[in-house]
């Protein structure tokens, strides 16, 4: 890690105090901050840049073109995809699950199969939902084992010839497991399936290669990885993205439209209908080269540091119960304190300027597998430090002897 | 003799003046959830529960000689606190005066404030709920 201060003045909101305490943000996975450049280059684009994109012929449409486009190569370069025009940007992961469900909603047939798993986030479960109510395909779940792991063997007897898509979560929110990807990947092509990677968790903590990962989809946030909110991608092989039916219809997506017959724009363009969120979009190109800057394997090591200081800490509270303890675990750790209701930690802690998060996560079927109704979540970003993590655990300790 | 809603919420007020730190108000309101009766788990049903708690709340509701009488419970301890004190206010008194209370003294004590926008709305539907029975209750006189 570079300088800790000179890594945390590139966050200026991580200096503030709440409730006249230093803020301590552990809510990484929820949101993270943002950036200097990131914020400065907002400014810069409604000052001097802002205009619509891919239409005007004048000055400032074509900057703002310039500067939009050269964000999907920046993405494109990050994620190592073949071409540019397989970055679909969207809202954020939940649209670009959506978006396939949507297309996947006119492909498939009764009968058919999509695999997701018990961890998943329920913007990975519902659009799928709804896509089987709409198609008469039938929704299969690979079960957790009690440490939070995927069970493969459960996965390896649900993959069959009817199998279309299997659609996994790189690393769960709630409990910090990474998933075997590559392995999922490669069996589930064994089976002809297709597979969606939902990276919402990931792409700010680990290296994405979606082609030596031979990943059919991949989705992520800008948000959560230092970018603004209101961008997201979808990542897609040109082949399976061309087959794909348009999401929704509108200006930028088309190439000529009459009442008789429309035709359809190439990619991207075909799924990025409507004026998008051109500031966001331009502006989180500074996020991803402020961590390509300092380097994924270096956020990776300096957070799987704090993971391992953080567990052995809290590990030594009495009563406290940690839910998900897979061997490949993100920077994620849920849980709860026997007799104290995750909630109420919640509100102390924030009344001591730290803020984590509580709740179910949006993933009831993992609450459900471990009995409970929620936990507190604590999520770490590169940003962190080892000191924030003791003021954390001695503001756990205090809550501790309020509460019992 | 029965005292009045504004008379209780001015007790409460007067009480709430001598703390001036948070540790020592949420004490209290963790003392209070503590004090307040649990209810029975076959009374914890699907039509009691409130929505827009992030904890479960409980609230049952009886009426005897024109007087309200209410009943809650949660998985949380700040929230019993937060229900006990509304119990306090609004328990034992007739339907129409539950109806028609402004309960000022929610933002006077800053409890409002005091806690998060999710916890807000979850108080917010606590007195709704409270009020929805008075009104249940008025009704069938």
């Known amino acids: ?404 | 003799m029965n005292i009045s809603i504004e008379e209780i919420e001015k007790e409460i007020i007067e009480e709430f003046e001598l703390f001036d730190n948070w540790i020592d108000k949420y004490e209290y309101l963790i003392d209070l959830g503590k004090s307040l009766p649990k209810i029975e788990e076959h009374e914890k049903t699907a039509e009691n529960i409130i929505s827009g708690c992030q904890s479960q709340v409980w609230l049952n509701a009886k009426k005897k000689d024109n007087k309200v009488h209410f009943f809650a419970d949660s998985d949380a301890i700040m929230t019993k606190g937060i229900i006990a004190i509304l119990i306090r206010v609004l328990s034992h008194q007739e339907p129409n005066e539950i109806i028609n209370a402004n309960l000022d003294f929610i933002n006077t004590i800053g409890l409002k404030e005091q806690l998060s926008p999710t916890r807000a709305n979850g108080l917010v539907s606590m007195i709704k709920k409270m009020k929805i029975y008075a009104l249940g209750f008025e009704k069938t006189l």
């Open chain 1, 1 to 404: 890690m570079r300088n800790e201060k000179e890594i945390r003045d590139l966050f200026p909101l991580l200096d503030i105090k709440v409730n006249e305490r230093p803020l301590i943000y552990f809510d990484n996975a929820a949101t993270t901050q943002k950036s200097r450049e990131v914020i400065a280059e907002i400014e810069k684009f409604y000052l001097h840049e802002n205009s619509n994109i891919h239409r005007g012929v004048h000055h400032l449409s074509q900057i703002s073109t310039d500067n939009f486009e050269k964000t999907r190569t920046t993405v494109q370069n990050f994620i190592n995809a073949e071409y540019n025009h397989e970055i679909i940007f969207t809202k954020g992961t939940t649209e670009s699950i959506n978006l396939l469900a949507s297309c996947y909603r006119e492909i498939l047939k009764k009968d058919d199969e999509i695999i997701i798993s018990e961890m998943e986030h329920h913007s990975n479960i519902v659009p799928w939902q709804i896509c089987c109510q709409n198609t008469g395909a039938k929704l299969k779940i690979i079960p957790i084992d009690i440490n939070g792991n995927l069970d493969l063997k459960n996965f390896k007897k649900l993959l069959n010839s009817k199998t279309k898509l299997v659609a996994i979560t790189h690393i769960s929110n709630s409990l910090g497991t990474i998933n075997p990807i590559e392995n999922i990947i490669k069996l589930s092509h064994e089976k002809n399936a297709k597979v969606l990677i939902d990276g919402a968790q990931s792409a700010a903590h680990v290296k994405i290669d979606v082609q030596s990962l031979d990943a059919d989809f991949y989705c992520f946030s800008a948000h959560k990885l230092f970018g603004p909110t209101g961008v997201g991608v979808l990542y897609g092989k040109e082949k399976l993205l061309n087959l794909l039916p348009p999401y929704q219809g509108g200006g930028e997506m088309i190439k000529d439209v009459s009442f008789e017959k429309t035709t359809y724009a190439p990619l991207p363009f075909k799924f990025e209908a409507g004026t998008p969120n051109i500031c966001g979009v331009v502006a989180f190109k500074k996020a991803i080269e402020l961590i390509k800057r300092i380097g994924i394997d270096k956020i990776q090591e300096h957070e799987d540091k704090l993971l391992a200081y953080a567990t052995k800490k809290l590990k030594k509270i009495k009563g406290l119960k940690i839910y998900g303890e897979a061997e490949l675990k993100s920077a994620i750790i849920s849980f709860n304190i026997d007799g104290i209701h995750h909630y109420d930690l919640g509100l102390i802690l924030d009344k001591m300027g730290i803020a984590i998060r509580t709740g179910h996560h949006c993933t009831q079927p993992v609450m459900k597998k471990f009995k409970i109704a929620g936990t507190a979540r604590i999520s770490f970003a590169y940003y962190n430090t080892f000191d924030e993590i003791d003021e954390c655990v001695k503001a756990i300790e205090k809550a501790k002897k309020m509460l019992l």
